[in-house]
């Protein structure tokens, strides 16, 4: 190779080493994140059924007497009663005359849920029939006036106050109680309280106690003399029926007269 012919290599060798390094480098490409979508806000909350008022007016009465339901519900689309009433508006009343303790459930369903209440009506057996007042002549012993002229006043569970029929009772009582110390001027009639097995025996002689003096005291404002009354209580030691019925237990809550 002669010397200009070398001269021209060198000076290309040299060209495209210049060319190399003064190229420039290919730009990194860069990835733009994905722009987030935020999620969507839940739905709100359906609210839940809410009972306003669900009450039995009495709460207690006796067989063959009649109660009130009374209701009212906000948010449900549906509303039953149980005890054979069903399905009813979200508001309204009904009459029930269950022949015994009911306790009625109301059921209120909504989108937002179900809310229950219940209350119960309590239902007493009906009182034997008051015996008619008969005439006694003057021979008859005070023990025999008094157990054939005089008739017991019933109460309902765990009260002492009177009830209608207990009322009309001892207004017939009141004639046969002046018949009877006209007979017998010195004599003395006690009224017994009583009461049903349930409950504890110092808590039912309390009862029989506030049975007998309430009696007392509905003779006495009726004008019988009340020096004439004696009260004493048995609570639960002397039942009239020993079955473990609301009919027996009727029969046990109860004042009763005897001559002293």
């Known amino acids: 190779m002669s010397r200009k012919q070398m001269s021209v290599a060198l000076l290309a060798l040299s060209l495209s080493i210049f060319a190399g390094g003064c190229k420039k480098p290919k730009p990194v490409a860069t990835k733009t994140p994905d722009a987030v979508t935020p999620a969507p806000p839940p739905p709100a909350a359906k609210p839940a059924p809410v009972i306003r008022s669900f009450v039995v007016e009495p709460t207690s009465i006796i067989a063959g007497q009649s109660a009130n339901l009374r209701w009212g519900v ?3 689309d549906s509303v039953s009663i149980s005890g054979g009433i069903g399905s009813v508006q979200t508001s309204g009343s009904r009459a029930v005359s269950p022949d ?3 306790t009625y459930r109301l059921t209120a369903t909504g989108a937002g849920g179900t809310t229950e209440k219940s209350v119960t009506l309590s239902v007493s057996a009906a009182p034997p029939p008051p015996r008619e007042t008969p005439k006694v002549t003057g021979t008859a012993t005070l023990s025999e006036m008094v157990g054939s002229m005089m008739s017991d006043v019933y ?12 009322r009309s009772q001892l207004n017939k009582n009141a004639e046969a109680l002046r018949q009877i110390f006209t007979a ?20 039912n002689l309390g009862l029989g106690d506030r049975r007998s003096t309430s009696v007392k ?3 006495v404002n009726l004008g019988l003399p009340g020096d004439k009354l004696k009260v004493i209580s048995y609570g639960n030691e002397k039942p009239g029926c020993t079955e473990a019925s609301e009919s027996c237990y009727q029969k046990n809550r109860r004042a009763h007269f005897s001559a002293n």
Do not use: Q, W
Not at 155 to 166: I, L, N, V
């Open 155 to 166: 109460f309902d569970y765990d009260k002492s106050d009177m009830r209608d029929d207990g």
């Open 217 to 219: 005291e509905y003779l």
């Open 100 to 102: 015994s303790t009911t």
């Open 74 to 76: 906000d948010n449900a």
């Open 184 to 203: 017998h001027p010195n004599g003395i009639v006690t009224v017994e309280g009583h009461c049903d097995e349930r409950g504890s025996a110092e808590y």
